[in-house]
C-alpha cells in the first residue's frame, strides 16, 4: 500500500491546491481541488435512498433490493431495473432513463443540493477493511496528463 503525507495545503478563492510527496520516493507533485455542491438524501429518507455500489449487484439482484421501494438509488445507477428484463443494459433506453429517474429524486426532494461548495470526505466499509476517500472537483487538464490516478486502473480487473 502506497503512503502518502500532506506536505502543504493553500486556499484561495475556492481553489485548493495540495502538495504530496509519495514516501520512499523524491517526486513531488500537486493536485488542485476544488469544492463543489453536492447532492445527497435528506436525513430522514437516507435510508430508503442508500444502496450498495451498482457494480456489485446485478440487474436482477438489483431489482429485487429496490422492489417496492421507489426512493432506492439503484433507479439511478442501475435504472434498466425500471426496465423490461430483456433489455441491453447498454441501450439508449436504459441511459435515457437513468436521466429521468436522477431528474425525478431532484424534482421530488429525494436528492438535495447543498447550499454552499464543500469538499467530502467518506468512508465505506467492507468487513473490518475501512476505505476513506475525497470528494471534490480536479482539473480535467490534470486527469488527462495522468496526474490524478484514474478510478479505473487502480485495481486489477475483477472477474465475473
Same mark, same amino acid.
Given at each position: 500500500?502506497?503512503?502518502f503525507?500532506?506536505?502543504?495545503?493553500?486556499?484561495?478563492q475556492?481553489?485548493?491546491?495540495i502538495?504530496?510527496f509519495e514516501?520512499?520516493k523524491?517526486?513531488?507533485?500537486?493536485v488542485?481541488?476544488?469544492p463543489?455542491?453536492?447532492w445527497?438524501?435528506p436525513a430522514n429518507?437516507?435510508?430508503k435512498?442508500?444502496c450498495p455500489?451498482f457494480?456489485t449487484?446485478?440487474s436482477?439482484?438489483?431489482?429485487e433490493?429496490?422492489?417496492g421501494?421507489e426512493?432506492?438509488? &439503484?433507479?439511478?445507477n442501475?435504472?434498466?431495473?425500471?426496465? @423490461?428484463?430483456? $433489455?441491453?443494459?447498454?441501450?439508449?433506453?436504459?441511459?435515457? =432513463?437513468?436521466?429521468?429517474?436522477?431528474?425525478?429524486f431532484?424534482t421530488?426532494g429525494w436528492?438535495?443540493?447543498?447550499?454552499?461548495?464543500?469538499?467530502?470526505?467518506?468512508s465505506?466499509?467492507m468487513g473490518?477493511?475501512i476505505?476513506?476517500? &475525497?470528494?471534490c472537483e480536479v482539473?480535467a487538464?490534470?486527469? @488527462?496528463?495522468? $496526474?490524478?490516478?484514474?478510478h479505473?486502473l487502480?485495481?486489477k =480487473?475483477k472477474?465475473?
Amino acid at each position: 500500500m502506497k503512503v502518502f503525507t500532506v506536505l502543504k495545503r493553500t486556499f484561495s478563492q475556492n481553489v485548493s491546491k495540495i502538495s504530496f510527496f509519495e514516501e520512499n520516493k523524491l517526486n513531488n507533485f500537486s493536485v488542485i481541488v476544488r469544492p463543489f455542491q453536492g447532492w445527497h438524501p435528506p436525513a430522514n429518507i437516507i435510508h430508503k435512498v442508500a444502496c450498495p455500489p451498482f457494480d456489485t449487484l446485478d440487474s436482477d439482484e438489483a431489482r429485487e433490493m429496490a422492489k417496492g421501494n421507489e426512493m432506492c438509488f &439503484l433507479r439511478c445507477n442501475k435504472p434498466e431495473i425500471d426496465l @423490461d428484463a430483456s $433489455i441491453d443494459v447498454y441501450s439508449d433506453a436504459v441511459y435515457q =432513463k437513468g436521466k429521468e429517474n436522477l431528474e425525478l429524486f431532484c424534482t421530488k426532494g429525494w436528492l438535495q443540493q447543498d447550499k454552499k461548495k464543500m469538499l467530502y470526505i467518506y468512508s465505506q466499509q467492507m468487513g473490518k477493511r475501512i476505505q476513506y476517500g &475525497l470528494m471534490c472537483e480536479v482539473s480535467a487538464e490534470q486527469y @488527462d496528463q495522468n $496526474i490524478i490516478k484514474k478510478h479505473e486502473l487502480t485495481r486489477k =480487473k475483477k472477474g465475473r
